[in-house]
């Protein structure tokens, strides 16, 4: 399958899955020994299906979908799974024309940062430059010295001119906003430390990275989005959430 096979794949499923609550999707798209990774989520087909119908008013709306290699990634909005609306990312490997796996990490969805953006918004057509391994090799390496080795100070070395839009609820755009933000929390004890990353998908000017580490000793996932333009980082969207230990005896992997 070429990539918009696959995304279209994986779109359509998630979509009569998740938002026409057709259970016969299961069967369609899905392989029948699928896992699970989800922490929302009992592990198998029998897990996807329980969710649907516990979840009646459940609705989906996809901003974004990416496709790299074997997996497909949707940016989007959950209602009716829990309480509060869900915003963040499902990342799902194909493999013989069936949806055999799947990752997510959703959080609560929260008011426009100080900057006017929401978790949401902001460019989603996917720009087929042919640029894919050149940007996944930059946001890998920008990963490595800001995030993995904490040396914020490289945030101006990969993006141009101190420009930088952010959709993190907590951080207005800006070079300086993202650095002192990370600075401060770090001095609190509260630093985002990264461990590994598990997988990068490039796809057009969009890189995502889904990557483990901790936030003052709890385990974490990372959903970080990273926009690419003219070779240098210009926008940020993610998702980061706690791995319960408690979930990890459900899910031995957690979100991983």
């Not at 990634?73 to 509060?84: C, K, Y």
Request: charged share 25%.
């Amino acid at each position: 399958m070429d990539k918009q096979q696959l995304k279209t794949l994986v779109s359509t499923a998630h979509h009569e899955l998740f938002s026409m609550h057709d259970l016969s999707a299961l069967q369609r798209y899905f392989a029948p020994d699928f896992i699970e990774h989800s922490p929302l989520v009992a592990d198998g087909l029998t897990g996807l299906a329980q969710l649907v119908k516990d979840c009646p008013n459940l609705q989906h709306q996809a901003y974004r979908v990416l496709a790299d290699g074997d997996l497909v990634a949707i940016h989007g909005r959950f209602e009716g799974l829990d309480a509060d609306p869900l915003v963040g990312f499902d990342i799902y490997r194909v493999k013989d024309g069936l949806i055999v796996e799947h990752w997510d990490g959703l959080v609560k969805e929260a008011p426009l940062n100080r900057s006017g953006r929401s978790q949401l918004d902001g460019p989603s057509h996917v720009e087929h430059t042919g640029q894919e391994a050149t940007n996944k090799a930059l946001v890998s390496r920008f990963f490595q010295t800001a995030l993995i080795d904490g040396d914020y100070e490289a945030f101006r070395d990969y993006t141009q001119d101190n420009q930088f839009a952010q959709h993190s609820p907590d951080i207005g755009d800006g070079v300086d906003a993202v650095i002192d933000f990370l600075t401060e929390i770090r001095a609190q004890g509260q630093g985002l430390v990264y461990h590994k990353t598990h997988r990068t998908l490039a796809d057009g000017q969009f890189v995502l990275t889904h990557s483990e580490g901790s936030i003052a000793a709890e385990r974490h996932a990372y959903f970080e989005l990273w926009r690419v333009e003219h070779g240098k980082i210009a926008e940020l969207w993610d998702a980061i959430l706690a791995v319960p230990e408690d979930e990890q005896a459900i899910h031995p992997y957690g979100v991983f």
